[in-house]
C-alpha cells in the first residue's frame, strides 16, 4: 500500500465544500463586541488631537481608544529579523508614517456600529513633508521617516565574490538596464481577522487568528504584552490564504488583543478590503541597476546589481531581511563566477515590506531572467540558447554558487529544452513571423528558476529571526482502534498539507488513509510548529510526520514483539501484520497490537502503555526546487493589452506526494505571477495616498486572464528521506519574467525596452508611444 | 423591518435594519456562514449565491429586496447535508485550496450549469469571471465544472 504518489482527495475538502469551513469572520462567542479603526489619511503627519466624544456618544459604542490616550499603556511591537525595530505601538501616538497606520479604535455591540462609531471620531492632524521614493529617500534633505536616526538608509549589505571589476573590464560585451520590481499585495481572498477571548477569572487568553503558525505568535504575544505564554492559546481555524502575509502580529489585531484584555470581553475585528490594501503588508518593491559581463560566445563572467530595496515605515516580522533573500539567489541556476551585489535598504512613508511568496526570490529571478534575455537580444544569440550555454549543467553538481549555497541534483538545461519542446519552440517563431507579416505581434520567452526553500535550519545563515523555529513537530497518537491523529505544527491556508501528512503517515503505518485524521493550528494541541511559509510544507513538516510515524512503527513493534513473545528486532511489520521473522504464522495484527498497547490484556506490563510519538524535526539544510517556463503572448500594440496564448511549466520538485495537490500549488504560484507581469500594482499617489486599495483598481487575474497551463515534471529526490524538495513558491518564480520576455520579443521590432512590469495596457501603450 | 424569505427551501421571517445586506442577513442572522465577504467593492464574489434562479453577489443586494423571494447558498446544494454533484467534482478536480472563494464559485457554476448544462471551456471562464480566487489559478475549477458533473452531457 503506497499512498505517497497519489492523487488522494484532500481531508478539508468535504466540510468546506458543504458550507461548514470555520474561518475567523464565522465564530461568535457571547458578549462579543466588534472593533473598528480610525487610520491615518496622511502619509507622514504629527497627530495634533484626538476627539472620541462622537463615537463614545454612538448608541452602541462599548469603548473606544486612541493611541495619544492609550500609548502609555501600550507595548512596542518588536521585529523578528533585527534587535532593533522603529518604534510602533499598537495604536499610534504621536504621529503618522504611512497612509492606513492606526490612530484609534471603537468597540461596539455590531460591527456596522463600530464602524459608524470610528467614522464619527475628529483627529487633527499637522501634515508633515514625506517621502515615497527610495532614491528620494537616500539623497540628502529628504524628509526624514524616523529622524533621531539622521537617515533613511537602514542598512547595506555588499558582496563581492570573484573579481568582477576584472570581468567587467575585460568583457566582450556588457548589458545593463534599470530593472524594477513593483510593490505588490498578498491579497488573500480571506482578508486578516482575529477573536480575542479573555477570560479574566484565570488569566488565560484565547486568540483565534487568521495565519499561518500560532505557536511563534503566542512567543510574540507573551512577549510584547509580558504575558505567561502557558495562559495563552492561539488557533488558526481555517484560514482564507496568507501567502506570507499572515506571519505576523499586526498592530491592528494586537490592539485587538490589548483591548479585549483591557474590558475582559471577547473582541472580534474583521479587516475590511480596502484596509488590507493599505494596512496589510506589501511586498517586493525592488530597484536594481543590473549589468552581466559577457564573452563573445554569450557565457556570463560576471553578474553586477547595486539595488534598493523600499521597507516601507516600520518592521514587521521579516521585513527588514526579506530583500536579502534576493543577494544570494540572484545567480539562480547560472553559472556565474563572479558577482558584485549590493543592496541598500530604505524607509519610505508607505506600509511595510514583508514576505510573499516567492519573495526575494522572485524579484532575483525576474532581473537575472531579464537581463540574460536582453543579453541574448544584443549579442544575436537565441534566447534558449543564451541560456543552455551558461546553466549550471548536471556534471558540475554538486555546485557550489558563489555565495556558498550547494546545488545538488536536477539537470536544468532538461528542464529548460522540455519547456521550449512542450510550448513548440519552432513552431512558435513560424508562427511569430507569419503573423508579424499581417501586423501582429506574438512572443514567446523563457526563464528558469531555483527556489531555494524549506526554511530553514536552525542556526543557518536563512534562520536568522529571533523566536522564529526551522525545525517541525508532529505527534501522532493511536487509538485502541487502530486509527491515527495527526497533530502537526504546520499551519496551512489551503495548501493541503492535512492531506500530504496523512499520506506520509499512512505509508509508515501502513493503514488506510482514511483511518488518519490530521489536526493543526492551535497551541493548546499542536505539540509546537513553525508554521507554513516558504515552501517547507512537505520538506521540514512532511519531515517530521515520517519521523513521527517511525517512532510510533517501533513503539507498536515494542508491542508486537511482547505479545508474540519474540525480540524486537525479529519483528517484521508488513502489510499491516506484525510477524515473527522465519515464521510468518506467528502473526498479529496492527489492530491488534493498538489494542494491547493500551489495554495490556494478552502480555500484561512489559511495555510502557500507550501507542504515540512526538518528532521535532530539524532540516539538515535549506532546499532547492527548479524548473523553466515559457510564456507565448500576443500584443495589440493599438491597446497595449497582452493577451497570453500559452503557458507551459516544467517542474522539478523531486518527489511530489500527491498530483492533485502539487499542480494546484504550482497553477496558484503562476496565477500570482501573471498578476504580476501584467495587473498588479500597489500605488501610491503623490500624496501617498494608495488609489489602488480596492479590488476595482488592483487587479487579480480572474479565470479569463488566467490561460490554461501546461505542465510537465521532471523528478531528481532531494537527499532527504522523502526526497521532497518543496513547491508552494514554484510558481510565482519564473512566470513573471517569462512573460515580461515574451512581451520584449513581441515588440522586439519597436525597440522597446521592458525594464518593469506590471505591463498594463496603459503602459505598454505608453512604452510604444513615448512622446 | 420584517424581511420574509425561503432560503435553502425553508422559509425565515427575519427584523432587520434596512440598510442591511443580504450577505449580513444570511450569516448573521441565519447563521449561514458558508457564504463569505472578502471584499467592499462588490468586485470579488465571494459572496454568490442564487436569488430566485439567477447567480447575484450577495453584498450587493439589500435584505429589503429579497424580500419575498427565493435563495439558494452554498448549504443547500448537496441533498440532506450531503455533498451533491458539482460539490463532489470540486474534490474530485482539487477545485478548492483555501475555500474561501469556493462557494461562490459553486453558485456561479451552479447557475451557468443550469442554464447551459455542457458549456465550453471559454463559457465557464467568462460566467466564472466576476468571482476571484487566489488560490488555484482557476484550472481545477474551471476543469471540475467541465467534468460534466450532474451527467446531463450523457447520450
Ligand atoms: S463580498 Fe466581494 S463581491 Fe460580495
Ligand atoms: S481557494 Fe483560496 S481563494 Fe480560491
Known amino acids: 500500500m503506497t499512498s505517497i504518489g497519489a492523487r488522494l482527495p484532500r481531508k478539508e475538502d468535504p466540510r468546506i465544500l458543504a458550507g461548514k469551513g470555520r474561518y475567523v469572520d464565522d465564530l461568535t462567542v457571547p458578549h462579543m463586541v466588534h472593533a473598528s479603526f480610525v487610520r491615518s489619511p496622511f502619509a507622514h503627519a504629527d497627530i495634533t488631537s484626538v476627539d472620541l466624544a462622537g463615537a463614545r456618544e454612538t448608541p452602541g459604542v462599548v469603548a473606544s481608544y486612541s493611541g495619544s490616550e492609550s500609548a502609555a499603556g501600550m507595548p512596542l511591537i518588536p521585529t523578528a529579523a533585527a534587535d532593533w525595530a522603529p518604534p510602533r505601538t499598537p495604536l499610534t501616538g504621536d504621529r503618522v508614517l504611512y497612509v492606513g497606520e492606526p490612530v484609534a479604535m471603537v468597540l461596539a455591540s455590531d460591527p456596522r456600529t463600530a464602524v459608524n462609531g470610528a467614522e464619527r471620531v475628529d483627529v487633527d492632524y499637522e501634515p508633515l513633508p514625506h517621502v515615497l521614493d527610495p532614491w528620494e529617500a537616500l539623497s540628502p534633505g529628504a524628509p526624514l521617516v524616523h529622524p533621531d536616526r539622521g537617515t533613511n538608509k537602514i542598512g547595506e549589505i555588499h558582496k563581492v565574490i570573484g573579481d568582477p571589476d576584472d570581468a567587467f573590464a575585460r568583457a566582450h560585451h556588457v548589458v545593463s538596464r534599470r530593472l524594477t520590481v513593483q510593490r505588490i499585495s498578498a491579497s488573500p481572498m480571506e482578508p486578516r481577522a482575529i477573536l480575542a477571548v479573555p477570560e479574566p477569572s484565570t488569566g488565560h487568553l484565547t486568540v483565534w487568528l487568521s495565519c499561518q503558525g500560532p505557536h511563534t505568535l503566542r512567543t510574540w504575544l507573551a512577549h510584547i504584552f509580558e504575558l505567561d505564554e502557558s495562559k495563552l492559546r492561539i488557533v488558526a481555524p481555517d484560514v482564507g490564504g496568507g501567502f506570507g502575509s499572515k506571519l505576523n502580529l499586526y498592530s491592528d489585531e494586537l490592539a485587538v488583543i490589548w483591548a479585549a484584555l483591557e474590558l475582559g470581553v471577547p473582541v472580534k475585528w474583521v479587516e475590511t478590503r480596502t484596509e488590507n490594501f493599505t494596512a496589510g503588508v506589501h511586498a517586493r518593491d525592488q530597484i536594481h541597476d543590473a549589468e552581466l559581463a559577457l564573452d563573445s560566445r554569450g557565457k556570463i563572467l560576471a553578474l553586477r546589481s547595486h539595488f534598493v530595496g523600499d521597507l516601507g515605515a516600520y518592521f514587521h516580522f521579516f521585513t527588514p531581511v526579506v530583500p536579502d533573500l534576493t543577494i544570494d539567489t540572484l545567480t539562480g541556476n547560472y553559472d556565474i563566477p563572479s558577482v558584485d551585489i549590493k543592496l541598500e535598504k530604505v524607509f519610505t512613508n508607505k506600509m511595510s515590506i514583508e514576505a510573499l511568496r516567492g519573495s526575494g526570490r522572485a524579484e532575483a529571478t525576474f532581473v537575472q531572467e531579464r537581463l540574460i534575455e536582453e543579453a541574448a537580444r544584443e549579442l544575436g544569440i537565441d534566447p534558449v540558447e543564451m541560456r543552455l550555454r551558461n546553466l549550471v549543467a548536471p556534471d558540475q553538481l554538486p555546485y557550489r554558487t558563489p555565495f556558498g549555497l550547494t546545488y545538488t541534483g536536477g539537470d536544468y538545461p532538461a528542464l529548460l529544452e522540455r519547456a521550449a519542446e512542450l510550448v513548440g519552440y519552432q513552431a512558435v517563431r513560424t508562427r511569430q513571423a507569419e503573423a508579424r507579416k499581417v501586423g501582429r505581434h506574438i512572443g514567446v520567452g523563457f526563464a528558469t528558476y531555483n527556489l531555494l526553500c524549506g526554511f530553514s535550519p536552525s542556526g543557518h545563515d536563512w534562520n536568522p529571526m529571533k523566536f522564529f523555529p526551522g525545525h517541525e513537530s508532529t505527534l501522532i497518537r493511536v487509538d485502541p482502534q487502530g486509527k491515527a491523529v495527526v497533530y502537526s505544527g504546520l499551519c496551512p491556508q489551503g495548501q493541503g498539507s492535512d492531506t500530504v501528512v496523512a499520506q506520509i503517515v499512512a505509508d509508515q503505518l501502513q493503514i488506510p488513509f482514511d483511518h488518519i485524521t490530521v489536526t493543526h493550528g492551535d497551541t493548546e494541541t499542536i505539540p509546537f510548529g513553525g508554521g507554513t511559509h516558504g515552501s517547507r510544507g512537505a520538506v521540514v513538516g512532511g519531515h517530521a510526520a515520517l519521523v513521527a510515524a517511525e517512532r510510533v512503527v517501533e513503539k507498536a513493534r515494542q508491542v508486537a514483539a511482547a505479545m508474540l513473545e519474540a525480540a524486537a528486532q525479529d519483528i517484521a511489520y508488513e502489510d499491516g501484520v506484525f510477524t515473527v521473522v522465519g515464521s510468518p504464522e506467528t502473526a498479529v495484527s496492527w489492530h491488534e497490537v493498538a489494542e494491547e498497547a493500551h489495554f495490556l490484556k494478552r502480555c500484561g506490563p512489559m511495555f510502557e502503555p500507550g501507542l504515540e510519538a512526538t518528532a521535532f524535526y530539524d532540516p539538515p539544510d535549506v532546499n532547492f526546487a527548479f524548473g523553466a517556463n515559457a510564456a507565448v503572448v500576443e500584443v495589440d500594440t493599438e491597446t497595449g493589452k497582452v493577451k497570453i496564448l500559452d503557458f507551459v511549466s516544467v517542474d522539478d520538485y523531486g518527489v511530489g506526494i500527491n498530483p492533485g495537490i502539487v499542480d494546484g500549488q504550482i497553477h496558484g504560484g503562476i496565477a500570482q505571477g501573471i498578476g504580476q507581469a501584467l495587473y498588479e500594482q500597489v500605488s501610491h499617489d503623490e500624496s501617498g495616498q494608495v488609489p489602488s486599495a480596492s479590488f476595482s483598481a488592483y487587479l487579480l487575474p480572474s479565470a479569463m486572464e488566467v490561460p490554461r497551463l501546461t505542465l510537465d515534471n521532471m523528478v531528481s529526490p532531494s537527499d532527504t528521506p522523502l526526497g521532497v524538495r518543496g513547491v508552494g513558491e514554484s510558481g510565482t518564480l519564473a512566470s513573471p519574467p517569462a512573460i515580461a520576455n515574451a512581451v520584449a520579443d513581441a515588440l522586439a521590432p519597436f525597440g522597446v525596452r521592458i525594464d518593469r512590469t506590471p505591463l498594463r495596457p496603459d503602459v505598454v501603450w505608453e512604452l510604444m508611444h513615448p512622446e | ?155
Not at chain 2, 1 to 23: R, W
Not at chain 2, 27 to 32: G, P, S, T
Not at chain 2, 100 to 108: I, K, N, P, R, Y
Open chain 2, 1 to 155: 423591518m420584517k424581511v420574509s424569505v425561503v432560503v435553502n427551501g425553508a422559509g425565515h421571517v427575519v427584523d432587520c435594519h434596512p440598510s442591511t445586506l443580504l450577505v449580513h442577513l444570511l450569516r448573521e442572522e441565519l447563521q449561514l456562514t458558508g457564504t463569505h465577504v472578502g471584499c467592499d467593492t462588490s468586485s470579488c464574489g465571494a459572496c454568490t449565491v442564487i436569488l430566485d434562479g439567477a447567480a447575484v453577489k450577495s453584498c450587493t443586494v439589500l435584505a429589503g429586496q429579497a424580500d419575498g423571494r427565493e435563495i439558494e447558498t452554498v448549504e443547500g446544494l448537496g441533498p440532506d447535508g450531503r455533498l451533491g454533484p458539482l460539490q463532489r467534482a470540486f474534490a474530485e478536480h482539487f477545485a478548492l485550496q483555501c475555500g474561501f472563494c469556493t462557494s461562490g464559485f459553486l453558485m456561479a457554476a451552479t447557475a451557468l450549469l443550469r442554464e447551459n448544462p455542457e458549456p465550453s471551456e471559454s463559457e465557464v471562464r467568462k460566467a466564472l469571471e466576476g468571482n476571484l480566487c487566489r488560490c488555484t489559478g482557476y484550472q481545477h475549477i474551471v476543469d471540475a465544472v467541465l467534468s460534466d458533473p450532474t451527467g446531463s452531457g450523457q447520450p
